[in-house]
T-cell receptor
């Protein structure tokens, strides 16, 4: 099992609420990623970070924001949740050394906005 | 442009039969190729990768994949399928020549159903 953790696993929340999805890894990885995935569908990269104080937007435009103040922590925030944000969010990390290394994924957070 | 294609949305095989999940790719340089598996309501798990060297790569749970440069393919295989192999399988590629923009390019996924 990879040492990358996401909380909560499931979240049902009302429209307009602010939410933060947590992602932490204990492997000392510099690179971290957030993906959005509808059930059984493709992965869309929404944010990534190559180290502390480094964040970039991914290929899919997202209203969420991220921060990387500590190496091990990469939270994703939605200031005002909407039903269109309903999806599964997957966090991943990989080591800094080499682009040939595989990514390790958390269990995911399934978000439902009602 | 970099791309990955998984031409089959779904693959159905009988338990005990060999399985193949197909993947083709397009990159400008040498590819780093990966296979991941996703069980229902779970994150992705790494299965195997090709970086360089032997074209036949062995991975977790008895899976293997063969890198074919001339056909730009990296098909996932298993000699004898198990019902527990039923899951969503993703192929991904990274271009070794992409400079700093070496993001993983993901296929759309193939749903594998192994029937008892």
């Amino acid at each position: 099992e990879a040492d990358i953790y996401q909380t909560p696993r499931y979240l049902v929340i009302g429209t307009g609420k602010k939410i933060t999805l947590e992602c932490s890894q204990t492997m000392g990885h510099d690179k971290m990623y957030w993906y959005q995935q509808d059930p059984g569908m493709e992965l869309h990269l929404i944010h990534y970070s190559y180290g502390v104080n480094s964040t970039e937007k991914g290929d899919l435009s997202s209203e969420s924001t991220v921060s990387r103040i500590r190496t091990e922590h990469f939270p994703l925030t939605l200031e005002s949740a909407r039903p269109s944000h309903t999806s599964q969010y997957l966090c991943a990390s990989s080591p800094r050394v080499g682009w040939h290394t595989e990514a390790f994924f958390g269990q995911g957070t399934r978000l439902t906005v009602v | 442009a970099q791309s990955v294609a998984q031409p089959e949305d779904q693959v159905n095989v009988a338990e005990g039969n060999p399985l193949t999940v197909k993947c083709t790719y397009s990159v400008s340089g040498n590819p780093y190729l990966f296979w991941y598996v996703q069980y229902p309501n779970r994150g992705l798990q790494f299965l195997l990768k090709y970086i360089t060297g032997d074209n036949l790569v062995k991975g977790s749970y008895g899976f293997e994949a063969e890198f074919n440069k001339s056909q730009t393919s990296f098909h996932l295989k298993k000699p004898s399928a198990l019902v527990s192999d039923s899951a969503l399988y993703f192929c991904a590629v990274r271009d070794s020549n992409a400079g700093n923009n070496r993001k993983l390019i993901w296929g759309l996924g193939t749903s594998l159903a192994v029937n008892p």
